[in-house]
């Protein structure tokens, strides 16, 4: 098991580490998981911990938190089905009480005997600082399992998550990215330096002035579309943010999935969106094997819409 605080050797939160060739990336699947504890204090339930946020002051009311003083107190999300778990992310609270989840196990598998507690254990949690982001990897490099608990062993027990991030791969082999270089087009904008078409150029540097990124002007639901000319399915959708400014102008952003080609294309199913940028350039988004021919990134509102790279791992679709 090997275990380091996000930040360091220079590479930070969710930011992708790129090698010789493109694979594909691993999303955080325990967003669209269903989560549980053994019991929950008033406004802390278990999906605050699968909410996507990484704030750990308990007051802000993004963490999960148990009854206090229990015996083996424990917190499962359900991926719905079995993956092969790479890493799971903890965050721990920030605020106080950063020695609670001292000795905390990490569990994985398919089974719910004991509530999913007796699951082979991928990792121990020794100790985590006060509102720090720690990543563990399961000994032997991944486990396989639909069921990713954490519990404290032991009496006079309490467990608060404020996020718990698992980073998973399909079971097929890896996919790569069919968004290079495909047919975009995007609403009002400028098509010399912020072209819809920069978006899936394969330049990763995030600097609008490099004529690497897509950006429409300051309209109502701004939108940019891909085609990839036949029905894929989806295994998740990566998007690179601008880094030189304007990180917030991706805020809201709806990614669309399906196969109408109609206006603003915001009838297709909606894979996921993106709430807030923060400090983050890189986001991943679980699409969970939806189907389509035609992706949409749309801002539900007026603004702007800008992306130095946009990026879909899917295969072609079987069709009967």
Not at 37 to 61: E, H, I, M
Not at 197 to 218: D, K, M, N, P
């Amino acid at each position: 098991m090997h275990r380091y605080d996000d930040g360091q050797f220079g590479i930070k939160p969710n930011q992708s580490v790129r090698f010789c060739f493109q694979v594909h990336p691993l999303p955080n699947v325990a967003m669209k998981g269903g989560a549980a504890q053994s019991s929950t204090l008033p406004f802390a339930a278990a999906s605050r911990a699968v909410d996507g946020r990484r704030d750990s002051f308990y007051s802000a009311g993004f963490c999960s938190h148990t009854a206090e003083n229990e015996a083996g107190p424990w917190w499962r999300v359900d991926l719905r089905r079995t993956h092969i778990v790479r890493f799971v992310k903890v965050t721990n609270r920030g605020d106080c009480c950063a020695e609670r989840l001292d000795g905390a196990e990490i569990r994985i598998g398919n089974s719910l005997e004991n509530n999913g507690n007796n699951n082979p254990r991928c990792a121990s949690i020794s100790h985590i600082r006060a509102g720090k982001t720690n990543t563990y990897h399961c000994a032997g490099g991944s486990m396989d399992g639909r069921f990713v608990n954490v519990v404290i062993p032991g009496e006079r027990k309490t467990l608060t998550l404020c996020e718990v991030e698992v980073y998973a791969t399909p079971t097929v082999e890896p996919l790569l990215n069919v968004a290079l270089h495909k047919p975009t087009g995007q609403s009002w904008g400028l098509s010399i330096f912020g072209g819809s078409h920069h978006a899936v150029g394969g330049c990763r540097s995030g600097q609008y002035w490099g004529i690497c990124c897509s950006e429409t002007f300051l309209q109502v639901k701004p939108w940019w579309h891909l085609d990839l000319l036949a029905v894929h399915k989806f295994s998740a959708v990566r998007i690179l943010n601008r880094r030189d400014c304007c990180a917030t102008w991706l805020n809201d952003a709806e990614i669309r999935i399906g196969n109408s080609d109609s206006r603003y294309r915001t009838t297709n199913p909606r894979c996921g969106s993106i709430s807030s940028t923060g400090d983050t350039s890189t986001f991943t988004l679980d699409c969970a094997g939806m189907e389509g021919r035609y992706v949409a990134v749309v801002i539900p509102k007026f603004g702007m819409l800008t992306m130095c790279e946009f990026e879909a791992f899917a295969s072609l679709a079987d069709i009967l």
